[in-house]
């Protein structure tokens, strides 16, 4: 499923670019189920469609036809508000996912925060991880709402709309979860990792920051290799 997550995750990226210049992204259906109901031609109306150049309408097939593609595979964007969390309970660490159902990338971008544990993706690629943790028996192992579960090394917090569930592992608690915590951790640290963003961080450390950064990535990849070995 990582690979397979890694690789929808370069299809997407060789895909996605900035709309070419007089398209116009909103006539897109964002669900290929209901692409053609309200439209006459590959998603668009007529007269929009007769003012597309030849490039944006080859760029608006080729979107469609990975759209389809994807649905085939029961992969969709989500469109309601989404957030993916992880959280190590023991080092502090947590990286986050919205997406722009939840909130628009320039807009979270702009604003400085005190880190950038948290990234905003696309909501095909939120609904590509959402479909991976749910084939990994995510939401099978998880418990509804939010949780606080005592003697958690780890907790993946998934919210969707009013929706939400936890799924926690530590060794305290057996190895029942374990395999589906650690690899929907790495789903979400695959989609994680491969976002681009540039968040404006307001860090009184100055050039320290980069060091703190780097110990603690460090520290983190540590404790992940030595859980998994126990």
């Excluded at 722009?100 to 971008?109: A, H, L, N, R, V």
Aim: overall charge negative; glycine content about 8%.
């Amino acid at each position: 499923m990582r690979i397979l997550l890694l690789a929808l995750l370069g299809l997407l990226s060789s895909c996605a670019g900035a709309p070419t210049a007089g398209t116009n992204p909103s006539a897109v259906s964002a669900n290929p189920r209901e692409a053609g109901a309200a439209s006459d031609i590959h998603g668009f109306s007529a007269a929009v469609w007769e003012e597309m150049s030849k490039v944006e309408r080859s760029e608006a097939i080729a979107e469609q036809e990975m759209l389809a593609d994807l649905a085939k595979k029961g992969i969709y964007p989500e469109n309601q508000p989404c957030q993916v969390t992880v959280k190590d309970h023991r080092s502090g660490v947590t990286i986050g996912l919205y997406n722009e159902g939840y909130i628009d990338q320039s807009t979270y971008y702009t604003e400085s925060r005190a880190s950038a544990s948290y990234k905003v993706v696309p909501n095909l690629k939120m609904g590509a991880l959402l479909k991976a943790l749910e084939d990994q028996g995510y939401f099978e192992a998880a418990l509804p709402g939010i949780k606080k579960v005592r003697g958690a090394f780890v907790s993946i917090v998934v919210r969707r709309g009013a929706d939400s569930w936890t799924l926690s592992w530590g060794e305290a608690l057996g190895d029942k979860n374990k395999e589906v915590t650690y690899r929907s951790m790495d789903s979400v640290r695959v989609v994680f990792d491969t976002q681009l963003s540039i968040q404006v961080v307001n860090n009184p450390n100055g050039s320290n920051f980069f060091e703190g950064e780097r110990n603690r990535i460090n520290t983190d990849n540590a404790e992940q290799l030595s859980n998994r070995e126990h």
